[in-house]
């Protein structure tokens, strides 16, 4: 192998996200459009550039049951991994949107590394764990490359990590329900896909604007 390749996929569209609430730790289930997604993603990957090897899987049920769907078509050995969990939200785990904006949660979290007045993870707490789970899975798997199944704000931090940029939080690495990033970890990492969302038909695709998509400073 030239060089290893990392591939995140974000889950499909849950209930919450379609009812606009700021679910961490919180299970939601895939709604029909999630599902769909993931067969998209799934299909979608099976003509890919670069051949994949393994996949990985936050423990929450939406990504298990994404990767599951998306595994359908690729057939890859697939294990959990803890450390892909989403950003523990603390008390403001099931809020709107809409609320999570005005307590200034995307604000807050990319001007301060250490923020946690929300009682949860900080964005340094989130990175940290990230950054772990994805150094040792590169050192288990050093000559395969691998698909990771995860969540918005989980996959925002680990993208910062590996693109040494700041902040923490990596808020302009937030993805699109079902979306794909692709990463080349050359000596100087090389961002070959970011939030690719193009095999989506227009009936699978979320407002550009809804907050978990997309955050502004």
Request: proline share 5%; glycine share 8%.
């Amino acid at each position: 192998m030239n060089e290893q390749r990392f591939l995140f996929i974000r889950h499909g569209e849950t209930i919450a996200n379609e009812q606009q609430l700021a679910y961490g730790l919180t299970e939601s289930p895939l709604n029909a459009k999630g599902k769909a997604q993931a067969h998209a993603t799934g299909l979608r990957l099976q003509g890919w550039s670069s051949p994949y090897d393994r996949m990985l899987t936050s423990p929450l049920g939406r990504a298990q049951e994404t990767a599951a769907i998306v595994n359908q078509y690729l057939n890859l050995p697939l294990e959990i991994d803890p450390g892909l969990v989403e950003s523990n939200l603390g008390d403001w785990e099931g809020i709107t949107y809409a609320e999570m904006l005005s307590n200034g949660y995307a604000t807050k979290s990319i001007r301060d590394d250490h923020f946690s007045e929300h009682g949860g993870e900080s964005p340094q707490a989130v990175s940290d764990r990230v950054s772990q789970c994805l150094t040792a899975a590169r050192h288990r798997y050093p000559n395969e490359n691998l698909i990771f199944v995860s969540h918005g704000s989980a996959i925002a931090h680990g993208m910062a990590v590996i693109m040494d940029t700041q902040p923490k939080f990596g808020y302009q690495y937030l993805m699109h329900n079902g979306a794909i990033t692709e990463v080349s970890l050359q000596a100087t990492p090389t961002l070959l896909h970011l939030n690719n969302y193009d095999h989506l038909a227009e009936e699978l695709t979320t407002p550009k604007d809804r907050p978990d998509n997309v955050q502004r400073v």
